[in-house]
């Protein structure tokens, strides 16, 4: 911090003697540890420390940016010229901003775990082994470990503007993941199985993620493909974490104002989804791996409810797209790396669960398809229509119990019809790697695609 504050003051020198008066300077300090673990060896090992430095110098209605990695004079000098320069190269026609702080209200949030920082290098391979080893003690048809990793990381944002802003926010986490290799009447699968946290990583979770995966690779050795038909659909946990994931953006202002969302500002106050629906965007809450204070502008983060009760309530805003709609941040405002521009994006995205278990969302369907895991999100989704078309691996149940597992299959639809067409919601929650947290939802009917 006291390095960057000495950056801030070299850069505020030279940037006010050539008559700018409005500018930012953004740090971003990032750890990152993983390691591969095969037969209880080493595979792989990777430590990659980081610091990135971001400037960003507004001159009427242009914005000029500039980055560097190292913190001297002559790369002060060098970054304040970037920022200088740049202002001629970019001319956008929205307004923008450097966040002045007025009566800004930031919340107190304990996201980093001091704890974490104990945990040594040898400790996170022993991790990796045990996982492995519980992994294979699991079930004799397990005949190897195709992935098993431990990783680890955290991060430092420091924000200083010329209007007195000084923030500084730290978070990290730990997490392990294993992808088995089971074997069945000679049929070969995988799944992964994983557990993240911002404490030391117990045996119990461990063993947990080794089961899961185990238990899930097996299950679905041998899944075929199942009749073309539309049914009801169940997506499991992780399944709808990632559909939730690949359209995350329709719920962002900015591109509904560009018409690359169908969630415009007049949808406000609609029903968006089913009234069993309620969608959350909490950056204050520390079950997930994103959590902060404020945002990549500085602008406070809080609690908000997208969807409540299937009822569009708000979108996510940074400052540009704020002051195009007339409104207040969400303090949504981020930046992919410490070099992008302020994009828009949810922090910790969380699907309100219910009150029903997996075997009550099958009685309450009746019949129809589990959906365990989702490919091909990329190329088979298109977050500007909302349709979708993907393969998926999963199960067929019937009078609310499961026949057999399916796979080979394409689940096919739309999104923003999905949200309507949710039955149910279940009660068990998971949190994802990527700190996305979800539950179970039961879809009234979805298009399968197989013989």
Known sequence: MEDIKCLYEQVSSILEAKGFHEYELYASQNEEFSV??????????????????????????????????????????????GAIANLDLINLAEEQFIFDGKNAVYE???SYSDELDE???????EIARKL?????????????????????????VTICNSHGLELTRRNNYIGAYIIPVVADKDVMNTSIGYCISRKKLTDEQLRKAADSAVTKAIELCGAAPAPSKTCPVIFRPDAFVDLLSTF??????????????????????????????????????????????????????????????GVLTTLLYNLKSAAVDGVDS??????????????????????????????????????????????????GANPETGDFSLSAKGYLF?????????GNITI???????????????????????????PSVLVRALALGGE
């Open 36 to 81: 591969v673990v095969s037969n209880g060896q080493i595979e792989r090992y990777n430590v990659n420390n980081g610091l990135g430095v971001n400037l960003r110098v507004k001159s009427g209605n242009r914005i000029g940016y500039a980055s560097t990695t190292v913190l001297d004079a002559d790369s002060c000098r060098a970054l304040c010229q």
């Open 248 to 309: 995350a953006d329709v719920f962002s202002a900015e591109n509904g104002q560009k018409k690359l969302s169908l969630l415009t500002r007049d949808k406000l106050g609609t029903v968006v989804a089913a009234p069993c629906f309620t969608l959350i965007d909490d950056p204050l809450d520390t079950t997930g791996v994103n959590s902060m204070a404020f945002d990549d502008e500085g602008v406070p983060c809080h609690r908000k409810e997208l969807i409540r009760d």
């Open 108 to 110: 107190p949030l304990d």
């Open 398 to 406: 019937e009078n609310g119990a499961i026949s057999r597992s399916v």
């Open 330 to 379: 969400t303090g949504n405002g981020v930046k992919r790396s410490y070099t992008s521009p302020v994009d828009t994006a949810p922090i910790n995205l969380i699907v309100a669960p219910g009150q029903t278990d997996g075997d009550g969302l099958m009685k309450e369907a009746g019949s129809g398809l589990i959906v365990e895991e989702l490919a091909g999100m990329h190329s």
């Open 412 to 438: 096919s639809g739309n999104f923003y019809t999905l949200l309507k067409d949710i039955q149910a919601v279940g009660n068990d929650t998971v949190v994802s790697i990527d700190g996305i947290v979800s």
């Open 132 to 156: 492995e080893r519980y992994t294979l003690e699991k079930d004799p048809r397990v005949v190897r470990v195709h992935t098993c990793c431990c990783l680890s990381g955290s991060v430092r």
């Open 119 to 125: 945990i040594t290098a040898a400790e996170k391979c």
